[in-house]
C-alpha cells in the first residue's frame, strides 16, 4: 500500500480512468495545465488504473462509469482498496448514478462529462481535498427518452423472457419486439440484453 504524502492545496496527483482517446486527451490537456496539478495520469481499464495507482498513488480519480464491460463504481471499489485515501469523481457522458450508490462504492461526487471544463476542474480540486459533490440528478431516467412500448419490452426482457414470449404477451410479431429491442441497445449505448438491463437499472429505468 502507498504511503505517499497527503494531498494540499497547491499540488495533486490525478489519474483519470476512461475508455475513449479523446477524453483522455481533453482531460490531461485542460489538468496538466493547471498550477495546482502535478502530474495527470490516465488509464483505459480497470487493470490499468490499479497499476497506476499502485504505481504513482494518485490523490483523486476521475473515473467513468461505463468502462467498455467494465463497470465504473467496481473499478472504484477496486482503486480504493488498493488506495483507501484516494477521492473519487464518478463522470459520465450519457448515464447517472444516485448518490447512494456512488457513496457505497466509495466515490465522493458525480458530475456530467458536458460540464464546463473550468468547473470540472473545481470539482476535481474540491474531491482531492475532502469535499462531496453530486450534481442534482435529472427525472427518474436522466434524459433518455424511452417509448411506451419500448419500456414494456425492456421490463419484460428485465425478467428473463424471450422475444417469442414478449412478442405474445404484447400481441405483436417476434419481428417487431425484434426491432424494439435493437432500438433500446441504441438508445442505451450496449451490445446485449444483460449489459441493457444492468445499464437500465443504473439510469432508474428499472424498479
Request: charged fraction near 25%.
Amino acid at each position: 500500500m502507498s504511503t505517499a504524502p497527503a494531498p494540499t492545496a497547491e499540488r495533486l496527483r490525478v489519474l483519470v480512468v476512461d475508455d475513449h482517446d479523446v477524453v483522455h486527451w481533453g482531460f490531461r490537456l485542460m489538468l496538466g495545465e493547471l498550477p495546482w496539478v502535478e502530474r495527470c495520469l490516465s488509464a483505459r481499464t480497470g487493470d490499468e488504473a490499479r497499476d497506476l495507482t499502485r504505481r504513482y498513488a494518485p490523490d483523486v480519480a476521475l473515473i467513468d462509469l461505463f468502462l467498455g464491460e467494465e463497470s465504473g463504481p467496481d473499478v472504484c471499489e477496486r482503486l480504493r482498496t488498493e488506495r483507501p485515501e484516494l477521492r473519487v469523481l464518478l463522470i459520465s457522458g450519457s448515464g447517472r448514478i444516485s448518490v447512494s450508490t456512488a457513496r457505497a462504492c466509495g466515490a465522493s461526487g458525480f458530475v456530467p462529462k458536458d460540464w464546463p471544463a473550468a468547473d470540472i476542474a473545481r470539482a476535481v480540486r474540491m474531491i482531492a481535498l475532502g469535499q462531496a459533490l453530486f450534481d442534482p440528478a435529472p427525472a427518474r431516467g436522466g434524459s433518455l427518452v424511452l417509448s411506451t412500448r419500448e419500456r414494456q419490452v425492456l421490463e419484460r426482457v428485465a425478467a428473463g423472457a424471450t422475444n417469442r414470449e414478449i412478442a405474445a404477451a404484447l400481441h405483436l410479431s417476434p419481428h417487431t419486439i425484434k426491432e424494439h429491442t435493437s432500438a433500446l441497445y441504441r438508445k442505451l449505448e450496449v451490445r446485449n440484453r444483460a449489459e441493457a438491463v444492468q445499464r437500465a437499472q443504473r439510469l432508474g429505468l428499472l424498479a
